[in-house]
């Protein structure tokens, strides 16, 4: 009052002042409503970085889309916390051969709308994929499948053009109601599935919102339901856990908001080694990086230690190769890369790369280091460069949006880059990685590595259907990858998810599955700090 | 009058055209591709160009160009590569969304800008002064993704008034409008200041202080309304920043607008969806532009378009 006289001393200007004070008041005052209304009861909100695309399953390709589609659809077998296959909707099966296999379907599942789940179902979820109308990204992973026959009911028979041992793996696809039109994220048909949680809403980029199914064959969940809420930012994610509207995240935060969290919020916090690994891929048609000295130099110059222990905030343990060592084909007896920046100055030397100046600033050579946007990884690609420049390499660290990166490393326009791979079951996927016919665009060998020794063990190891052996051949495997470096392990993450202290129940998968949230609750705890 | 406007909108076409056409060459420019992200990189070579073929990405890009102006012409901007949703049904479902934030940021600019540019002006020199200057520093020096987190810990935090990021009622409004309005806030401080300035020592202000005159009629009719025209100017220009601003505020406040379904668009290559995005932006921007010149003629009596 006594400001607005002094204003008013010359100037009658008492309107605009007020307008300063008493809008953004009466903002506030009726913004408290609806800030407070938005959580619905025993509901569980979860937080996503850029959430899920299609939650089709024979569409859903990234994560986020395969760990919701998990929730709403059942699959034959489903991978315990071990990787372990279990049944699911496959009471039992049976493998008549190498190349042919029966299933019993359980009796008793049904759809969210009421229908059994039948034979007839899972025939068509599996034809429907190998349809080239149907434009479903999974079509290459089954071209192995030769037909699916429905032999009564509930028993069906998957038949393999070939023998492939992997195939188990594949039969974690959910499964869809018959006559689904192609596509579920296009809103042509509502997204039915036999899954603990129905589907009440999904907004792509925005949220999805499930409801229990309480006619759940294996039991009612102890949600009401969950929303799973896209906030692009890190730092918005970590805010709204600390005000009480997010109840989990996993993993979709910075490590270093970690210790902040412990401090500022009451949240439980469990973390547990997953089989995230971390590398850098190098491109071998380049004449420098070709030179398996020079290879082997750059991972003697990485401080993978001094990196997980200063970025990481210890949230990763250094890897040996793709494999993790909870993985049953894991081999440890491969050739580790110690940081010894000395040998790595000696081999390349030996490789016909000296250093023009010793210790003065002209480097030996100069590579380009692609990496995507993410904070983490240029403050990662800033430590890699930092550490082989000690060893007299210069990296020019070129930070791209997520399309432009992925084009570039597909087409194999690039010295180095680092990328990571999650969930890895099969060992099949070294075929994938590395046969000299998977360079792109037939599959992900995009150091364009050749090398006919492993080019016949990829080829043994997915037709062999005994354990010990494929055991073997993946162990050599391993071995040569570890020799010829064409990719330079890094660190295997760990999975860390915090939760407000009312959660109960979650149990962390290695791959970062969600699938435990169908056993989740929610005490009476106030959440928030 | 009328033949101005009517030139100006026959503008607005070969201004949309040149817009459209140096968006659709960009997107194509750019490395990725559409397919390749859309069925992985294990899919059969086969699958990946019958699939290309489906969608006419195997097409020269000067008929992929035609067909696509072909059906612009029919107000048809396509189907998404990703969801085969239509492209105007998903920009119609975010619209609402941005042009809610962008009004509420305007709206928050100028319940700053002018009542500080005004006691700015009304008080020069004095510590009001100083503070305005202090705010347009602060307000232009600021970028949106330091300001929001800012404003999101005070807020939504400490004080726990106002909900952190979404949408939905008034409350989730406000953070991001501010976010978004204060650099124009900023901007429009200066111009009403330094415009009242000038305004304040002509003529005809001395004549209506001879005629006795109260000084707030002076001020805030005659002074203020005579010091617009450059302000209008400003809000014109500043509204394409505004359009640009959404992409980031909206990333950082979740908020369901076209900037981040742009934003989207872009990482997923998934290119009818970013030509509809970016020629719904240009058409608002050239509507405002339109918007602004009318304004003038209200402000300014005295401008006639038609001599």
Redesign the interface.
Known sequence: MVLSKYISRKVNLKIPFLLIFLCPAAFFCACRRSAESEKPPNTLVVALESGPTHLDPRYAMDADSERISALIFNSLVRPDKNSRLQPELAESWQAIDERTYVFQIRKGVSFHNGKPLTAADVKYTYESILDPGSRSPKRGAFKFLQDVDQLGPYEVRFRLAIPFAPFMEELTLGIVPQAAAADGAAGGWTLIGSGPFTLAEFSPGERVVLKANASYWEGAPPLSGMVFKVIPDAIVRVLEFRKGTVDFIQNYFEPDMLPWMKKNTRAAILSEQGNIFQYIAMNLDHPILRRPEVREAIGHAIDREAIIRNILKGLAIPATGLLSPEHWAYESGVRRLEYNPEEAKRLLDQAGFPDPDGDGPLPRFKLSYKTTTLDLRKRIAEALKEQLARVGIELEVRAFEWGTFYGDIGKGNFHIYSLDWVGTKDPDIYYDLFHSSSVPPNGRNRGRYRNQELDALLERGRRTTILDERKRIYSRVQEILADDLPYIPLWWGKNVAVMQPAVRGFDLYPDGKLISLKKVSLSSAKPGS | MKHYLLHRLLLLFPTLLGTVTVVFLLIHA????PV??????????A??E??RR?LGLDQPLARQYLHFLAGLATADLGRSL????TVSKLILRRLPATIELTLAAMTVAF??A???G??AA??RDSW?DRGALFFSLFGLAMPNFWL??VL??FF??EL???????R?????L?LPALTLGMAMAAILTRIIRSGLLQTIHEDYIRTARAKGL???RI??KHALMNSLISVITIVGLQFGSLLAGSIITE????W?GIG??TL?A????DYPLVQGCVLVIAVSYLAVNLLTDICYRLADPRIAYDK
């Not at chain 2, 750019?30 to 591709?33: E, K, Q, R």
């Not at chain 2, 390749?36 to 070579?45: K, N």
């Not at chain 2, 939905?168 to 989730?172: A, F, K, P």
């Open positions: 750019v490395p990725g591709d390749e992200v859309m069925l992985g990189e294990t899919a059969a070579s699958d990946k019958s699939l489906k990703y969801n085969q949703a319940l700053l002018f009542p500080l005004i006691l009304a008080r009001i929001g987190p999101m810990i939504s935090i726990g008034w106002l909900p952190v990021s979404g939905g009622g008034i409350g989730h406000i109260s000084e707030r001020w805030l990333s950082i406040f979740s369901p981040r379904l989207q872009i990482q997923t290559r």
